[in-house]
């Protein structure tokens, strides 16, 4: 099978089967079980039994080993309508409508059909999501010509809110309109407009283009339009094709619309394919929708919440672009005219057709983002710390005074840090470092937070928090090395590591939250005033950048 992905742990394929709802409504169409190499294949296909279809998607599992095979109330395998498809450890349980299958496997592969993501859309269709800033932040790509990671942006309340990340430079070049940013020639003396046909897009607010245009609300409306005598554009994605104006849709009299890689017609405004029979008319026929190569989802449902901005107060409708969103977590919101962020919890969660949303899509905002009861309580400790505490603050400032000073909370330009001994926050020291700007290995800053207190009685875990929005944050690498281990992430325009030191070969010394940053997790007395952390920063550059992990190597020893 080609476009594949392949599945072969038991814990993922049950996640996975959850949520295209355990292949219920799919069919059968192969199944082999031979029973002296133990070995069994099902073929599932997607699949309307009156309708013909249009690259159906077909999944496929291979299973070793196979033993304590059953098969009960069902005279045939084969083309049989599955009810639900279950795996829990090595065991499957396959309900048929008629019948069900249940065998065990030491081992199995589950071939999930997969998309080719795209990688290509429409220039003014991204000049325009980021001029508006609602939906596109910034954007990551690469010139077919290289594999550079470069990004472009748009940060509000700056004068020149439009950026890039330029090669060679630490930082990133500052426009004043979108138009500025797009005809500037930074890319080997030509603009973005000049080489568009040559950018691969990689990622947009860290989602993959193809992730991103599902997610986007006016996906609903289909925005059409024709480019050229041999390219149509569909909600932005470019596409072989052509508008014939000898067929015209039986419904609402448009021209139909040819896509050449599925050699069909279709009606961009009726949202159908469609069949032309010998007069030239274009009469509507039940086939698989253009999805996901135009984001064409006729039949998506999208998710929303409601939320009461005090206990017992109104309800307030807003579309989750996270489907992890459930009742009892707190987001963030956008609220009023302008857009005024602030925190509320979720009281209800529910699903609506894409064409009959509970309000009109252009009256809902989104949820901004899902937040954690953790993150929730670092926000409060911080605030306190800010309010309450002794806060150094090295945003405007590169002094090496700070290290003789205690502190609570460090204030650096790419945010806040502390230290919390077993969840409560403690008394911290700080040393800098700000290579000069010829160093091979340039970054903006350095800085190694240790705690005062070395002596802890009923150690659990020392950690270092920080605001950085590093859920949100694209991983570049890991920075394990000689007495270092942490990660290395893209956040917006940054680069930005963070490291911890262990001295022991001890896989429980080091552990890591959720987010990827490492904390310590024993502490023993002869190292204990060797441990600390290192957050590195500069300017994004490159993947392929070493600047960050030799930073952190410097205080590796």
């Not at 939320?307 to 977590?329: E, L, M, R, W």
């Amino acid at each position: 099978m080609k476009n594949v992905e392949k599945i072969t742990d038991s814990v993922q394929l049950a996640h996975y089967l959850e949520n295209v709802d355990h292949l219920s409504d799919n069919y059968i169409t192969f199944f082999s079980y031979d029973s002296t190499a133990q070995q069994l294949e099902i073929i599932i296909e997607e699949r309307d039994m009156d309708q013909q279809t249009i690259s159906p998607k077909v999944w496929r599992l291979q299973c070793e080993s196979v033993d304590h095979l059953s098969i009960q109330n069902t005279e045939s395998t084969s083309t049989q309508k599955i009810g639900e498809l279950f795996v829990h450890q090595n065991r499957f349980f396959l309900r048929l409508i008629s019948g069900f299958i249940s065998f065990e496997a030491a081992s199995f592969t589950f071939d999930v059909p997969k998309y080719e993501d795209i990688s290509h859309i429409n220039m003014a269709y991204v000049m325009q999501s980021l001029e508006s800033s609602t939906y596109m932040k910034n954007m990551t790509f690469s010139f077919d010509s290289d594999s550079m990671a470069r990004v472009i942006g748009y940060a509000e309340d700056n004068q020149k809110p439009y950026w890039a990340t330029v090669p060679d430079y630490s930082r990133p070049a500052n426009f004043e309109t979108i138009d500025d940013l797009f005809d500037a020639k930074i890319y080997n003396n030509q603009s973005l407009k000049e080489r568009w046909s040559e950018v691969k897009i990689e990622r947009i607010d860290g989602l993959t283009l193809t992730n991103w245009l599902s997610r986007k609300i006016d996906t609903a409306d289909m925005h059409v339009f024709i480019k050229d005598m041999d390219h149509i554009v569909i909600n932005g994605v470019e596409l072989p094709g052509f508008v014939d104006v000898e067929y015209t849709c039986d419904t609402c009299g448009s021209s139909a619309w040819c896509v050449e890689r599925y050699t069909s017609y279709f009606c961009p405004y009726c949202n159908r394919w469609l069949d032309v029979d010998d007069e030239g008319i274009a009469f509507f026929k039940r086939r698989r929708p253009l999805e996901p190569a135009l984001m064409w989802q006729p039949n998506k449902k999208l998710n929303f919440c409601q939320v009461q901005f005090h206990p017992g107060s109104k309800n307030y409708t807003y579309h989750c672009v996270d489907n992890a969103i459930s009742v009892g977590d707190w987001v963030i919101v956008p609220v009023g005219s302008d857009h005024v962020e602030k925190e509320v919890r979720v009281v209800k969660v529910f699903q609506c057709p894409i064409t009959h949303p509970p309000f009109p899509l252009n009256h809902i905002k989104s949820v901004i983002q899902k937040k954690s009861h953790r993150n929730r309580q670092a926000d409060q400790t911080m605030k306190l710390l800010l309010s309450n505490g002794n806060v150094c603050d090295i945003v405007d400032e590169q002094q090496l005074s700070y290290e003789t000073g205690v502190y609570d909370i460090v204030k650096t330009p790419i945010g806040n840090f502390w230290l919390e001994f077993n969840g409560e926050p403690i008394k911290m020291k700080l040393s800098t470092r700000y290579p000069p700007a010829d160093e091979k290995y340039f970054v903006e800053g350095v800085y190694r937070i240790k705690p005062v207190q070395v002596d802890f009685e009923n150690f659990i875990h020392l950690k270092l928090m920080t605001n950085v929005d590093i859920p949100n944050a694209r991983w570049i690498d890991n920075l394990s090395g000689a007495y270092q281990d942490g990660n290395n992430w893209q956040v917006d325009a940054y680069d930005i590591g963070i490291a911890v030191h262990p001295q022991e070969y001890d896989d429980y010394e080091v552990l890591f939250t959720d987010e990827n940053i490492p904390y310590y997790a024993i502490w023993p007395d002869e190292y204990k005033t060797c441990y600390a952390f290192t957050v590195a920063w500069k300017y994004y550059v490159s993947d392929d950048d070493l600047s960050i992990w030799n930073q952190v190597s410097v205080y590796a020893n």
